[in-house]
T-cell receptor, first 115, second 112 residues
Framework: NAGVTQTPKFQVLKTGQSMTLQCAQD?????MYWYRQDPGMGLRLIYY???????DKGEVPNGYNVSRLNKREFSLRLESAAPSQTSVYFC??????????????FGDGTRLSIL | GDSVTQMEGPVTLSEEAFLTINCTYT??????LFWYVQYPGEGLQLLLK???ADDKGSNKGFEATYRKETTSFHLEKGSVQVSDSAVYFC???????????WGLGTSLAVNP
């Protein structure tokens, strides 16, 4: 099925460990996004990529890095995980940033716990 | 700056009750407006959208009308079901290379 695929679905890390969350979309979308979702805080944008080859910081980029590997894939890396990064992470894509009426399509999320 | 304000939850209703979830916005220009739904354990899904004033978006029995005069996009459903239990997010896209602006979400629980 077409859509946004995230891996892994669940992960437990120890403080200080590193990991990369993977995201791929097969809708030929130009723009991709990483959000985190925490209780009572809604969705917060971590990083986004308006098009292949570009990335920009969102609201809460500290502690994260991203790579737009190609048009399909956008990965999120935690270099040294901290308990404050325990969250549910969502990847999303849209046809094009900056054009209204462009809904975002979401993956099913990665539930990450940092001990 | 642009912003979206949703009514706080949780909202608890009995099956077949009428639902309204309020959403108001501030934005320059003429934004597009969206409602997304997140079912337990899943990612967000687009529920409906409206791109200009007086447009009505509708899907799965839900409706919302883009009211420029009151800067609102309230979500309504005439008769909710247990399967509608979810978190509902209002969002705004003003274009001009700006990202989606999200409300904080409203949790809905429908009891049989």
């Amino acid at each position: 099925n077409a859509g946004v695929t995230q891996t892994p679905k669940f992960q437990v890390l120890k403080t200080g460990q590193s990991m990369t969350l993977q995201c791929a979309q097969d809708m030929n979308h130009n723009s991709m996004y990483w959000y985190r979702q925490d209780p009572g805080m809604g969705l917060r944008l971590i990083y986004y990529s308006a098009s292949e080859g570009t990335t920009d910081k969102g609201e809460v980029p500290n502690g994260y890095n991203v790579s737009r590997l190609n048009k399909r894939e956008f990965s999120l890396r935690l270099e040294s995980a901290a308990p404050s990064q325990t969250s549910v992470y969502f990847c999303a894509s849209s046809e094009r940033l900056g054009f209204p009426n462009q809904p975002q399509h979401f993956g099913d999320g990665t539930r990450l716990s940092i001990l | 700056g642009d912003s979206v304000t949703q009514m706080e939850g949780p909202v608890t209703l009995s099956e077949e009750a009428f639902l309204t979830i309020n959403c108001t916005y501030t934005a320059t220009g003429y934004p597009s407006l969206f409602w997304y739904v997140q079912y337990p354990g899943e990612g967000l899904q687009l529920l409906l959208k409206a791109t200009k004033a007086d447009d009505k978006g509708s899907n799965k029995g839900f409706e919302a009308t883009y009211r420029k005069e009151t800067t609102s996009f309230h979500l309504e459903k005439g008769s909710v079901q247990v399967s509608d239990s979810a978190v509902y997010f209002c969002a705004l896209d003003a274009g001009n290379n700006r990202k989606l602006i999200w409300g904080l979400g409203t949790s809905l629980a429908v009891n049989p």
